[in-house]
């Protein structure tokens, strides 16, 4: 497929899917994930030799069963259903429903899949996973914190230093938790672009702990303008 066609056919496709992803802004998984997700998925496949049609269709579609009222919960099995929808409605994604299928349900990092993992699946997932790390995601996680309504850190140890994570009781828990993902990535690119990621999350993490002695971290909006002016510094920088 030529470049052409391979663009205009992930655009169809996202105008197909973008009304999916616009609610979800509210906890952090909106349309700027999708495309910062398809950016890097477009990026790996080139790199690694995969379809790009399969690998930015995966990136626009791995999130798209998320909703405002529920969150995560039960996400991939609705991407699943909206992406077999578009399989029948698009003849290009219908014949490589299979492989695109197996992108979407093995995206997150922590699933356990079948060996050998396709390598258009393995770009999806390293992909998702990167805009998981660093600034841009303590931001999602900051955000889902507040959709949740978790409180944001521990009273006396709010970085886990003394404690196991607790997922779902801390948002900066989860944050601390991220640490955990980059030794999960599995293509060299990927992996070359968390080193980055990494000195981003642990820089946020010495400025929270800094914020939060000092009696300046008193909830999600401080902690989510610190990663904010961060965001910015990296945006005009570029």
């Known amino acids: 497929m030529l470049v052409a066609e ?4 992930h ?10 992803w616009e609610p979800n802004q509210i906890h ?28 930015g269709a995966a990136c626009y579609l791995h999130d798209a069963g998320m909703r405002p009222d529920v969150g995560r ?6 991407s699943l259903q909206i992406a077999s ?3 029948e409605e698009m003849p290009e994604l219908a014949g490589v429903r299979d492989p695109l299928l197996t992108a979407i349900r093995y995206h997150e990092a922590e699933l356990a899949f ?9 770009c999806v997932r390293d992909s998702d996973t990167l805009d998981r790390l660093g600034f841009t995601g303590v ?9 949740a309504g978790r409180p944001l850190c521990h009273p006396s140890d709010p970085l886990c230093r003394e404690r196991e994570p607790d997922l779902n009781g801390f948002t900066m828990d989860y944050v601390c938790y991220l640490e955990s993902l980059p030794r999960l990535l599995m293509t060299p690119l990927a992996r070359a672009h968390s080193q980055e990621k990494q ?9 929270f702990q800094s914020y939060f002695r000092q009696g300046r971290m008193r909830d999600h909006e401080d902690a989510l303008q610190l990663v904010t002016a961060h965001l910015r510094e990296e945006s005009h920088a570029r």
């Open 6 to 9: 391979l663009d205009a056919v």
């Open 11 to 20: 655009q169809r496709l996202w105008h197909a899917v973008c009304h999916y």
């Open 28 to 55: 952090g998984h909106g349309p700027d994930h999708a495309m910062r997700v398809f950016s890097m998925g477009l990026q790996l496949a080139a790199a690694e030799g995969a379809d790009p049609l399969v690998v």
């Open 73 to 78: 919960s039960g996400h991939i099995e609705r």
């Open 85 to 87: 929808a578009l399989c």
């Open 114 to 122: 079948p060996a050998p993992l396709p390598i258009e699946a393995e």
């Open 139 to 147: 931001r999602m996680t900051l955000q889902y914190g507040v959709w």
């Open 199 to 207: 000195e981003q999350r642990e820089f946020y993490c010495r400025e």
